[in-house]
């Protein structure tokens, strides 16, 4: 009789985790289909203002090549968390998303497709996707329940940054890519232990010092000789100070 009601319990708890799994990828198919509606918004309205005559402005033509790729990216965000791809991939897919974003002219449906955006990459990185062990998202601060353990090994870069600066991250080096804004010196950096040649690690990105944006573009793969980039975004204008954190740990098996 003892056996039975423990079996039955071992029942629930499992039923009960699979809705939860359910109802965490409910979120995020909400989610990604409310970045994809505006995004077919903002494609139909820059497409109309690029077709309402012969001349068009720079801006506009401008802004339907950009209104266009956001819809294609926004479509395909939606197609892999529609097939449940891991959640260390829909952060990195959404991240990319949130890149896109900063590139987006003001107007009313741009910022609805810019707040959807938002609301995605904050799903993700408040546990959205598949549940399983607590990690830090890729780009901010482990929350409370993240097991500092589960980080094998960190590099700490310090530097200055004028508009935008990528850091591509390699074993035991950082080399520094200055995209707009002045050259400035390259910085300098020190490790506990150089990023592996592995597949299925998640590089993350935390900010202890500096005024702009700083996100994981690309994650370390075969594909890309296991290297990861950080983009430093920064236009308020005039150099300033950087403190980063990059750290990297296994990504969930499930």
């Known amino acids: 009789m003892t056996a039975v009601k423990i079996s039955y319990a071992l029942l629930f708890i499992f039923l009960l985790s699979n809705v939860a799994l359910a109802q965490d990828y409910q979120k995020l198919e909400r989610a990604a289909d409310a970045v994809k509606d505006a995004a077919e918004r903002v494609a139909d309205d820059a497409g109309d203002q690029f077709q309402k005559g012969r001349q068009n402005s720079s801006d506009a033509i401008e802004h339907a090549f950009l209104a266009e790729e956001a819809y294609a990216a926004a479509k395909l965000m939606d197609k892999i968390v529609g097939d449940k791809y891991d959640i260390g991939d829909l952060r990195l897919a959404a991240n990319v998303l949130k890149v896109m974003s900063e590139r987006f002219p003001a107007g009313e449906f741009w910022s609805r497709l810019r707040e959807s955006i938002d609301s995605l990459v904050f799903e993700l990185a408040a546990g959205g996707g598949p549940t399983g062990p607590v990690v830090p998202p890729p780009n901010g601060d482990p929350d409370d329940d993240f097991d500092e353990n589960r980080i094998l090994g960190r590099f700490f870069w310090n530097g200055e940054v004028d508009h935008e600066v990528h850091l591509s991250v390699n074993g035991t080096s950082i080399t520094s890519e200055t995209l707009r804004g002045r050259r400035l010196e390259d910085g300098s950096f020190s490790f506990t232990a150089a990023l592996p040649r592995e597949s299925g690690l998640i590089v993350g990105v935390t900010k ?33 100070p950087y403190s980063i954190e990059i750290f990297w740990y296994k990504g969930s098996e499930n």
């Not at 202890?208 to 700083?214: E, K, P």
């Not at 690309?218 to 594909?223: E, I, L, S, W």
């Open 208 to 240: 202890t010092d500096g005024r702009g944006q700083v996100t994981v573009i690309q994650q370390p793969n075969a594909a890309n000789d296991f290297t990861a980039i950080i983009r430093l975004f920064d236009d308020d204008g005039g150099a300033r």
